[in-house]
């Protein structure tokens, strides 16, 4: 095991404090120092940074950040029981590491960070993961407080977070990542890096943020994309209506055949999709 720093190894933290994972917390601890290590990495450069971790517990990837030079790491953690162990690191690294004990889907990050913007770099508890990329990816205003997500997914998630038009996992995730950010997977992470070990492999993805991306309401995007994918073996005209409007004439102003399917349609398609519907939905409220 890597020695980055002269802090005890992280088995012997967990055993100390008492931190058995926790199912209910969605709760993997990843215990290798080299693997954590790898990850901080595929967030480099990270002198001058502030980065920003969601569930920390032990600190491996905490450790991994602040030995790589992160100027400052904002940790976010909800068990209470990892409290004490991060409190020791933040005295090893003085000045360098800001503990918030909260509900990550809860803690406003922006009011922690200022006017700074952050990379945020995190082994995602499993059960929130998709709700907080969602936040991250409609966030405003745009461009975000975050200027790269570097994040651990079940490889399934990744896979939807990457997929392409046509494919088998493409679906609302990959148009909202595709939309504003270009999304690459870096690694895969077997089940047995972990304790306890999961029953899926896990992958790493990074995702930049687009400076520009097409204009369009996140809030429409999100309605318009759930309505498609709800129904995603149905045609387009048909799950739509969700929507409440005249599907025929959305998907023709659009240049969109009706009888496509939510998977054959491309994030540009979706885009003009929203942005159509938006203007109908403010036009049958004025």
Known sequence: MAQIDDLPPLREVIRRHGLSAKKSLGQNFLLDLNLTTRIARAA?????????????GPG??????????????????????????????????????DV????????????????????????????IATPLLIGWLTAEPWPPWYDMLVLMFQREVAERIVAKPGTKSY????????????A????DVAPSAFVPPPK?????VRLTPRPEPLPCDATALQKVTEAAFGQR????????????????ALLEAAGIEPTARAEEIDVEG??????????RDRNATA
Do not use: C
């Open 44 to 56: 480099e450069p990270l002198e001058s940074v502030t980065a920003v971790e969601i569930g920390p």
């Open 60 to 97: 491996g990837l905490t450790r991994g950040l602040l030995a790589l030079g992160a100027r400052r790491v904002i940790a976010i953690e909800r068990d209470e029981r990892a409290l004490e162990a991060l409190h020791e690191i933040a005295a090893r690294y003085e000045g360098r590491l």
């Open 100 to 127: 918030i004990a909260g509900d990550a889907l809860e803690v406003d990050v922006r009011e922690a960070l200022g006017p700074e913007r952050a990379r945020v770099v995190a082994n995602l508890p499993y059960n």
């Open 171 to 182: 679906g609302r995730l990959a148009v909202l990542a595709g939309w504003r950010t270009e």
């Open 184 to 187: 690459k997977i870096l690694f």
């Open 200 to 204: 899926v492999t896990s992958s790493v």
């Open 233 to 248: 073996r149905k045609m387009l005209r048909q799950s739509l209506k969700a929507l409440g409007m005249d599907t025929n």
């Open 270 to 279: 979706f885009v003009t999709l929203a942005r159509l519907y938006a203007a």
